[in-house]
């Protein structure tokens, strides 16, 4: 039922979609979605949940010196943000609640209780400012600054994409980093998987 939940707001959007489409979709009567989902919004917050915990399941913690993925030494925190983000638009190309979680949270007609985008851009926050506290990033180069075009313009291919899925192509973000990289990190860095 969530599935279908979320293919039907993907598509429609939170205003559009309708219990009976949604209903008809999963295969089930509208007394059995009544039963496990008491409406339309229900159904909308169990979807921004599961989406919650399928971004924590790519972003994992941000990393602070005790945990996250990879050693996260100088390096290796610039291409776990690469492999990341990667890894995000492979999921939003192939996960339709996740992608259903990032439309919800864009929907003006929905007050939507979380914020994929902001935990989104708080990952890559936490990620770059322990980048730069171990020098991981070029002199001169501010966290706050590469946060902000890295969580816009990731947020911006995530809004086209659903459109138009060539921007959430690895081919289009690897064009991003080959891009940023040179100057995010330090000269001499060697070449980074992802662009």
């Known amino acids: 039922m969530l599935r279908s939940a979320a293919e039907i707001f993907d598509t429609d959007g939170f205003v559009s979609a309708s219990l009976s489409a949604i209903s008809h ?8 979605l009544h039963f496990h989902f008491a409406n339309k919004s229900a159904l909308a917050e169990a979807i921004e949940q599961a ?3 399928r971004l924590w ?12 993925r ?7 925190l610039i291409q776990n943000l690469v492999e990341t983000s990667h890894q995000l638009f492979d999921g939003l190309n192939s996960d339709v609640i996740l992608r259903a979680g990032f439309t919800l949270g864009c929907e003006p007609s929905w007050a939507s209780p979380v914020d994929l985008h ?25 966290p706050e600054d ?9 947020v911006g291919f995530e809004a086209l994409g659903r459109k138009d ?21 330090p000269p001499g860095t060697g070449p980074l998987k992802g662009t």
């Open 118 to 142: 902001g935990q989104w851009r708080d990952w890559i926050d936490g990620t770059l400012r322990h980048a730069a506290k171990i020098g991981a990033l070029a002199d001169g180069t501010e």
């Open 165 to 185: 899925p060539t921007w959430l192509s690895r081919q289009r973000l690897g064009r991003f980093w080959q891009f940023m990289l040179p100057r995010l990190v």
């Open 57 to 68: 399941c790519i972003t994992g913690p941000a990393p602070d010196g005790s945990e996250g």
């Open 70 to 76: 990879g050693s996260h030494g100088d390096v290796d």
């Open 146 to 154: 590469v946060v902000t075009v890295v969580a816009a313009s990731t």
């Open 51 to 53: 989406a919650v915990q």
């Open 25 to 32: 979709r999963a295969g089930v009567s509208s007394g059995a």
